[in-house]
């Protein structure tokens, strides 16, 4: 194995840095990091201040391989799109959400990238509004909290700090 293939194993498969794995660590039993979906439910609504609804949608969206269950791993890749601005992003779902129904439709989420700016602090031009709106909406033409957190990393506007 070269030198940078080992590089990039250790930053791929090295999730359990400190304070990932000390809060995924306080809902797991007999060392087994893997998390059913009401304690992983339960984790998120504790540790993140997600609503119930929310936490459920978060679960959804990081179980990646539709066990039912949150691994590690699952676990670090919600700390990577959301980390310590889970609700920071929650409530700005919430505040494009006129409607209030939990979804945004694609005119909440048009209007919703017209007002951001990226990480580098500049806004999107209209094609860019229109590519993440027809490459994250669903069939049914909305997006969930889940899919507008996916949007949000996509575009880099939260980025949580490397595990330490």
Known sequence: MSEQEKNIKEVVFKPEKDHIVKIFDKYVANNVRVLNKQHAVDM???EFGLEDQEAEVMFNTFDKDK????????FQQ???CMGEHAQE?????KELDQDG????DAEEARAGLRAIKTATGREL???EVEFFVQTTCGENGVLDLGQFTNLLYRLKLYNAPPPK
């Open 125 to 127: 031009a209209e094609k």
């Open 101 to 104: 129904s939990g979804q945004l």
């Open 89 to 93: 992003i929650v409530n700005k779902f």
């Open 44 to 46: 998120l609504k504790t």
């Open 78 to 80: 919600f700390c990577v």
């Open 67 to 74: 066990n039912g269950k949150l691994s590690i791993w699952e």
